[in-house]
């Protein structure tokens, strides 16, 4: 099973420039979530979603957008990247209720 | 202001010895979890506490939840070297919602 797959794994983009990070499950998950982590940070939510069509903010919304048009993919848009992006973004998945979260691989964004 | 606050932020110990990790919030979960990551990876799931009091056992690892269900722990007995890792507890407030995670503790367990 493929479970949570993102790409680009590394991406460098100039100030001001947009970009779409993808992420795909075929767990047929419910819950769906990007994250950003930042050293000493943790994990931070950004945006998250409990089924397809719905979606909400999660911590740290600002700069970004999503959408979930299908139950298997949540895409996360940046519209004008800006330096303060730069991070590793982590997308994640679970079923309905209380249970495990599965999460990418990562994708390593650099903003100049 | 992270819903979660983990402490110690960083622990560095000598193979062998005990150490605890702790997880708070003024707020109450209906589930907490615990995480591990390794470097260039995604977390993996530990384990899952849902009942105030509860108590969970992983080989040398064990977890508590708080009774109030607002804090949890994470005890490792005789740390090994491959016990090095980023340990991260995650709450959920209400069943089915967001998992918010608190700020990791990066454990080092030298030989």
């Known amino acids: 099973n493929a479970g949570v797959t993102q790409t680009p794994k590394f991406q460098v983009l100039k100030t001001g420039q947009s970009m779409t990070l993808q992420c795909a499950q075929d767990m047929n998950h419910e819950y769906m979530s990007w994250y950003r982590q930042d050293p000493g940070m943790g994990l931070r939510l950004i945006h998250y979603s409990v089924g397809a069509g719905i979606t909400d903010q999660g911590e740290v919304p600002n700069g970004y957008n999503v959408s979930r048009s299908t139950t298997e993919d949540f895409p996360l848009r940046l519209l004008s990247a800006a330096p303060s992006q730069t991070s590793v973004y982590f997308c994640?998945?679970?079923?309905?209720?209380?249970?495990?979260?599965?999460f990418g691989e990562g994708s390593r964004l650099t903003v100049l | 202001t992270q819903l979660l606050e983990q402490s110690p932020q960083f622990l560095s110990i000598q193979e062998g010895e005990n150490l605890t990790v702790y997880c708070n919030s003024s707020?109450?979960?209906?589930?907490l979890q615990w995480y591990r990551q390794e470097p260039g990876e995604g977390p993996v799931l530990l384990v899952t506490?849902?009942?105030?009091?509860e108590v969970k056992k992983l080989k040398r690892l064990t977890f508590q939840f708080g009774d109030a269900r607002k804090d949890s722990s994470l005890h490792i007995t005789a740390a090994q070297p491959g016990d090095t890792g980023l340990y991260l507890c995650a709450g959920e407030e209400t069943s089915g919602s967001r998992l918010t995670f608190g700020e990791g503790t990066q454990l080092t367990v030298n030989p």
């Open positions: 506490v849902v009942t105030g009091g």
């Open positions: 707020s109450v979960f209906s589930s």
């Open positions: 994640a998945s679970k079923d309905r209720g209380i249970g495990e979260l599965f």
